[in-house]
T-cell receptor
């Protein structure tokens, strides 16, 4: 079946602009994660959804970052007033339910803020 | 402070040899530890999970050990192939079966033909 998909694959924006990044998880997966990965680093946790609700958003760096998952499937990560330091690859992952179920990652969205 | 340490230097080995990658952690009490493979421009791919009460896990040419006393996991690839060249990430939960895995920075493995 289809894996996790993310759109767009690349996004270039100017400092101060608003961006939305989309994640389509594997059908039936209740858990969805957003991570941010900078060059040479591992994925850094941002937010975790269980169903429609954000179960843990402790990784969001500040209030410019927000994510939603209104129907418990597709999720959108929203970044307001982008800064150059927001440039990174944003990864989405989904898994069925439990913490030890396999986590499946999407290919990521490379965000570049000029 | 909590740390997950993976060797930042690339590991270069000859085809056919066994590659061994290390993941050390401090100030965590993980219930499980995972290993992932990541190729350039792609998302990580899950390889193996080992629980705190397991010493060793195997899958084909892969073997993972988990020593909660030493706070270390070793990841072995036997009979390595150039196609095994990638970055390998370890991830663990913060404590007690948390739903949030925390990742190390990964170690690059280069297998030379």
């Amino acid at each position: 079946g289809a894996g996790v998909s993310q759109t767009p694959s690349n996004k270039v924006t100017e400092k101060g602009k608003y961006v939305e990044l989309r994640c389509d998880p594997i059908s039936g997966h209740t858990a969805l994660y957003w991570y941010r990965q900078s060059l040479g680093q591992g994925p850094e946790f941002l937010i975790y959804f269980q169903g429609t609700g954000a179960a843990d958003d402790s990784g969001l760096p500040n209030d410019r970052f927000f994510a939603v998952r209104p129907e418990g499937s597709v999720s959108t990560l929203k970044i307001q007033r982008t800064e150059r330091g927001d440039s990174a690859v944003y990864l989405c992952a989904s898994r069925q339910t439990g913490p030890t179920d396999t986590q499946y990652f999407g290919p990521g969205t490379r965000l570049t803020v000029l | 402070s909590q740390k997950i340490e993976q060797n930042s230097e690339a590991l270069n080995i000859q085809e056919g040899k066994t590659a061994t990658l290390t993941c050390n952690y401090t100030n965590y009490s993980p219930a499980y530890l995972q290993w992932y493979r990541q190729d350039p421009g792609r998302g990580p791919v899950f390889l193996l999970l080992i629980r705190e009460n397991e010493k060793e896990k195997r899958k084909e040419r892969l073997k993972v050990t988990f020593d909660t006393t030493l706070k270390q996991s070793l990841f072995h690839i036997t009979a390595s192939q150039p196609a095994d060249s990638a970055t390998y990430l370890c991830a663990l939960d913060a404590s007690g079966g948390s739903y949030i895995p925390t990742f190390g920075r990964g170690t690059s493995l280069i297998v030379h033909p």
